[in-house]
């Protein structure tokens, strides 16, 4: 089941979207004409975030506005240098593999595929936590439909019907429609006889002016689409349409930025350092094993310690502490009596474990409670793993959410430690600069949050809010756009494996 969520805390926009484990697939299809100019010049269009329902004076907005910067020589668009501009029509040419994400509040990022011969244009979602392409059909008269692209199939001599029926489920409500297929071009590779599903009705979530795009384009493993759909990316593999079974994400950072997505390989030029390659532990989801959280120096493991009520209900000081007390006479807590006693009672039932034969595993609870030594910037290793064990605690990373979503008890600490509202995520302005980085650690690598990163802030509302959401139904953690902003971020699907590396990307802008 594929879930939106909107945190109604006065942000109002749309934080895209827990995909759930059960029927966990975005179907995305083709598009239709974005605008008359559009068709005209027959080129991808890139429509800005204007709060408007005219979306093709959006697009002649954007390009006199490009236009009168370069007369002045002062191109605000600070393209990287393996990126060229169209000196007549103002447009980004891409490599070969390269789509520009255009980032829309630093809620949810788009691109632009055509579908059909002649080609319609859309703007997608590239998710990573979901493995189907969807989008508007001609069919569908919903309003969020109406404020749309809609692809319409009769328009294209390559469409082929496939005759099957949709219909996913959201947490605040669903799309339904119908299965087809047609040639889809995207960072200019074409995929001949493409599966996908258009609409032919969509619920309100997806209207304007919280919903910018029209679609979604699914990244995960075929195991995860519903109807036996081939996904988008498995079919370019499948017919050696790109060199690498790879694709890697490059996320900007503030609104009408713009960052990129490769297919096809990855650009050492966007990160920083080495990747650190994690082992997917169930290709469906960009699954990988989850060790443990630290807020700043804190000794304390929160994973660990928000299953502790006792610990739980430590004071801030005590809490945050990142040394143990030296004072030889100081009275021992309750808290770490208790935990002394279950420290005890284990190492009893696994040397009981070890004399009958039993397996020595890893003491997981052990690795939680102490945080890696390594002082290397950005990132610090962490014992890995041992390939044989199922983790405890694991999380995907997921394009298509916004946020990092959590267990509750965890989410409730984090939250309790940066002051913020458990339920709503508010938070003051006053006291951002004392707050310290959180630190994760993910298949034996440990990844720092900064609060840059975990924090909302509204500059035209001047309000702050948390990105730190609880999750009731997942199984597993939902790292999102706000974690992986901060990181480069390569999914390798032939090897099941992802790697991120600190990015180094400058912030770009229309």
């Known amino acids: 089941m594929v879930r939106v969520f909107s945190r109604l805390n006065g942000r109002g926009t749309i934080k895209l979207s827990m995909l759930l484990p059960l029927a966990f697939s975005f179907l995305m299809a083709s598009s239709q004409v974005a605008s008359v100019e559009a068709a ?5 269009v890139s429509i800005p975030l204007q709060r408007s329902f005219n979306r093709n004076n959006n697009i002649l907005v954007a390009r006199r506005n490009a236009r009168s910067r370069i007369e002045k020589g002062k191109n605000m668009m600070q393209l990287a240098p393996d990126v060229d501009f169209d000196e007549d029509t103002h447009d980004i040419e891409p490599d070969f593999g390269q789509v520009r994400l255009t980032d829309a509040t630093d809620t949810y990022y788009y691109g632009v595929i055509s579908v059909g011969t002649p080609g319609q244009n859309f703007t997608v979602t590239f998710d990573t936590g979901s493995a189907n392409m969807w989008i508007p059909g001609v069919r569908c008269t919903s309003k969020a439909c109406l404020q749309h692209n809609r692809y319409d199939h009769d328009l294209s001599s390559t469409y082929q019907p496939l005759n099957g029926q949709f219909a996913i489920q959201y947490g605040t409500g669903e799309v339904r429609g119908f299965t087809s297929q047609d040639t889809v071009k995207v960072g200019g590779i074409t995929i001949k006889d493409q599966p996908f599903a258009e609409t032919t009705s969509e619920d309100e979530v997806f209207e304007l002016p919280d919903t910018e795009f029209d679609g979604l384009f699914g990244l995960a493993f075929k195991s995860l689409a519903s ?3 081939v996904p988008p990316m498995v079919k370019m593999i499948e017919e050696t349409l790109v060199d690498e079974p790879v694709f890697a994400f490059a996320l900007s950072q503030g609104h009408r930025s713009f960052g990129e997505l490769l297919l096809g390989g990855y650009n050492e030029m966007h990160y920083k350092g080495d990747l650190r390659w994690m082992r997917v532990i169930r290709a469906k989801y960009w699954q990988v094993s989850m060790e443990g959280l630290w807020y700043g120096d804190s000794k304390f493991n929160l994973l660990s310690l928000s299953k502790d009520s006792d610990l739980g209900n430590l004071p801030l000081d005590i809490l945050l502490s990142s040394n143990q007390t030296t004072d030889p006479h100081a009275p021992i807590p309750t808290w770490q009596r208790n935990r002394e006693a279950e420290a005890s009672e284990r190492s009893r039932i696994k040397a009981k474990t070890k004399a ?3 397996d020595d595993e890893m003491d997981l609870e052990e690795k939680r ?8 910037p950005k990132i610090k290793k962490l014992i890995p793993t041992s390939a044989e064990q199922s983790p405890e605690t694991s999380a995907i990373m997921d394009t298509g959410t916004s946020f990092l979503l959590g267990d509750p008890n965890t989410i409730q600490l984090i939250s309790r430690i940066i002051g913020a509202d458990f339920r709503t995520g508010d938070m003051s302005c006053a006291h951002l600069q004392e707050l310290k980085s959180v630190w994760i650690s993910l298949g034996g690598f440990k990844f720092e949050i900064a609060p840059e990163h975990y924090i909302y802030r509204d500059h035209e509302k001047k309000t702050c809010s948390s990105a730190w959401v609880p999750s009731y139904d997942s199984p597993f953690w939902v790292l999102g756009d706000s974690f992986l ?11 099941k494996k992802v790697g991120l590396a600190p990015i180094n990307m400058p912030l770009r802008h229309f």
């Open 356 to 358: 009958k034969g039993g």
């Open 485 to 495: 902003r901060a990181y480069y971020a390569v999914f390798d699907m032939k090897d």
């Open 40 to 44: 005209k010049s027959n080129r991808v």
């Open 227 to 229: 109807g036996g759909l």
């Open 369 to 376: 409670r102490h945080p890696p030594t390594d002082k290397s």
